[in-house]
């Protein structure tokens, strides 16, 4: 990275959501969190990170693969390259047993072992083109798989090269040089994240709804011959204003990527772009919460990343006329001033806002009319040299 006093770049969204279940427990239920003494509803940070990351890979036209299923994955690949199934299946049963990842062996329904079909310990995480390169592994040692022996419990080892493979493994791009990578099983494979992201909670105290459903058999409905509905269930929901924030450590981001700014810029914009805009899916079809943050709040800092959720610790309060969003954007403002005034401001290299509202917000820095004016902001002031002189 070209020596710089920026080190982080600070997101801060408020983000309206209706009706919906964006996060889910292991019983279904909403995702909740005692915080200053009320309920709150929460969505973990793993599952806005996921959509987070599905928007980023569009953005930048490259995509990772997080799987136990690797050596099924590129046997799908050689079959599509023409090998036969059988063979294809243990070139992936080799693939995938051939690095430092311990392995099992998947079972078929009559809980019996199948040959080959290795489920890897530790999902891997690679970029997607990692698949073809594996069959390429593959095919040029093709002779040599069809001479070998299936892969059949644990303690089986591959005909094809370790080292080979998990080169392969190490390979990254710039889905897994931002978000990181945990395998410790393979040496220097691991990547270290360059983004933080909070788990999301409400600006208030919320409620769980419990939403009763039945579902009309349209045949009874027709022939009148019996009485009740065809399904009944219930299931459980919330809607409320989310503080969401997230922070990009610009050093940590160049030093994954190595001395390429134009790469530097293009993962900035596009995780801020996809962690702004980005919804999860759950529940999507029955609920649509398709809505857009009402701020948008960045901040450029030399210091250290700063969440304002303590902004939230006391509930906000919905009058008649302003419901969460408006209370929640002024508690923010006063708080941001507050905690930058007891720091410094000299910490803050820029700082500025976009909201639904016309109000004026003075703790958040300028207003922007565009969610591009904003980016286009903070990734000049962020990339920008630092002055002669001036310490990184």
């Known amino acids: 990275m070209t020596s710089s006093t920026a080190r982080f770049i600070d997101i801060h969204v408020l983000h309206p959501i209706p009706f919906s279940n964006l996060n889910r427990d292991d019983a279904n239920a909403v995702k909740t969190v005692q915080y200053g003494g009320t309920l709150r509803t929460r969505v973990s940070s ?41 063979l294809a299946l243990r070139a992936g049963g080799h693939l995938a047993a051939g690095s430092s990842i311990k392995f099992e062996l998947a079972k078929n329904k009559d809980k019996e072992i199948v040959p080959n079909k290795v489920l890897t310990n530790a999902m891997v995480y690679v970029p997607e083109t990692a698949v073809g390169e594996l069959a390429d592994l593959a095919e040029e040692f093709r002779l040599l798989l069809e001479a070998a022996k299936d892969i059949k419990k644990p303690a089986d080892k591959s005909v094809l090269p370790k080292d080979r493979i998990e080169a392969i493994l190490r390979s990254r791009n710039g889905v897994i040089n931002l978000f990181g990578r945990m395998l410790a099983e393979v040496d220097e494979a691991g990547v270290d994240g360059a983004v933080q992201v909070a788990h999301a909670l409400t600006t208030h105290t919320t409620d769980v709804e419990v939403d009763y459903f039945s579902a009309v058999d349209d045949i009874t409905a027709v022939w009148k011959d019996s009485a009740g509905s065809g399904h009944m269930g219930h299931a459980e929901y919330s809607a409320g204003t989310f503080y969401r924030f997230a922070t990009v450590d610009l050093r940590d981001l160049a030093a ?12 900035t914009a596009a995780f801020l772009s996809a962690f702004i805009e980005s919804v999860p899916h759950a529940k999507k079809n029955s609920t649509a919460p398709h809505t857009l943050p009402s701020l948008i709040h960045l901040s450029v800092r030399a210091d ?26 002024d508690h923010l403002s006063a708080y941001a001033q507050a905690a930058n005034a007891m720091l410094g401001n000299t910490r803050i290299l820029t700082s500025g806002f976009l909201s639904i509202s016309a109000k004026d917000l003075p703790g958040l820095g300028i207003r922007y009319g565009s969610l591009d004016e904003l980016l286009e902001t903070a990734l000049a002031t962020a990339l920008s040299p630092a002055p002669s002189g001036a310490r990184a």
């Open 46 to 86: 793993q599952c806005w990170k996921r959509a987070a990351r599905e928007d980023f890979q569009t953005h930048i036209g490259q995509a990772a693969l997080r799987t136990r299923r690797i050596g099924e994955r590129v046997a799908s690949e050689l079959q599509e390259r023409g090998w036969e199934a059988g």
């Open 256 to 267: 994954n990527i190595g001395d390429e700014p134009d790469a530097l810029r293009e993962l």
């Open 304 to 329: 250290r990343p700063v969440s304002y959720a303590a902004a939230f610790e006391k509930p906000v309060r919905a009058t008649e006329t302003s419901g969460f969003a408006e209370p929640s954007a």
